[in-house]
């Protein structure tokens, strides 16, 4: 089946302790994004990826990395994690992001509470 | 920049009645939109697309949107509302200039009473 995964789907952790939000897609698409969802914004992008090594910063990067070693797999890296960042996050992946015609699909979605 | 409004973050109707959900978008060039659902504790699913083959689209579901460049409009619609409907619709962007990213209207929360 195709599709994009993510893990954990709940985290609760504490303010500074590093943590890593997996994602993985079947498809072999070559674009992967994070986004953020917070009630009343809608969902924000965080970082994207064109491809293997390739990323780039989205709208609310502070305080995120990412890095794409692969070309399923794109991790969500939270350094030092802080009250802020507690929030609803998905990763979403697409067969290009050339003519930006194709749709992404979406994994089920990590909530994430830092205390 | 491009953006989307999403007029009502709530709306509600009955069961079998008209279900109109707003949408309005910003772009200097035609866009690409979509609209997607979230139903409660689950990711976001595509509804249907606009990437200007024709201006009536028809999705999953009943659901149908159409594309009026006039009014910058790309309103959902579905004739007759089901109680599983409920959910939260997401109508967005995909902005060709900026690493194609989606950019989200705020959601609207559709409740469809018995």
């Known amino acids: 089946e195709a599709q994009v995964t993510q893990n954990p789907r709940y985290l609760i952790t504490v303010t500074g302790k590093k943590l890593t939000v997996t994602c993985s897609q079947n498809?072999?698409?070559?674009?992967m994004s994070w986004y953020r969802q917070d009630p009343g914004l809608g969902l924000r992008q965080i970082y994207y990826s064109m491809n293997v090594e390739v990323t780039d910063k989205g709208d609310v990067p502070e305080g995120y990395k990412v890095s794409r070693k692969e070309k399923r797999n794109f991790p969500l890296i939270l350094e030092s994690p802080s009250p802020n960042q507690t929030s609803l996050y998905f990763c979403?992946?697409?067969?290009?992001?050339?003519?930006?015609?194709?749709?992404?699909?979406f994994g089920p979605g990590t909530r994430l509470t830092v205390t | 920049a491009q953006s989307v409004t999403q007029l009502g973050s709530h709306v509600s109707v009955s069961e079998g009645a008209l279900v109109l959900l707003r949408c309005n978008y910003s772009?200097?060039?035609?866009?690409?939109l979509f609209w997607y659902v979230q139903y409660p504790n689950q990711g976001l699913q595509l509804l249907l697309k606009y990437t200007s083959a024709a201006t009536l689209v028809k999705g999953i579901n009943g659901f149908e949107a159409e594309f009026k460049k006039s009014e910058t409009s790309f309103h959902l619609t579905k004739p007759s509302a089901h109680m599983s409907d409920a959910a939260e619709y997401f109508c967005?962007?995909?902005?060709?200039?900026?690493?194609?990213?989606?950019?989200f209207g705020q959601g609207t929360e559709l409740s469809v009473k018995p």
């Open positions: 979403a992946s697409s067969l290009s992001a050339q003519g930006s015609i194709y749709e992404q699909y």
């Open positions: 498809m072999n698409h070559e674009y």
């Open positions: 772009s200097s060039v035609p866009p690409y």
């Open positions: 967005a962007v995909r902005d060709k200039n900026q690493g194609g990213k989606l950019i």
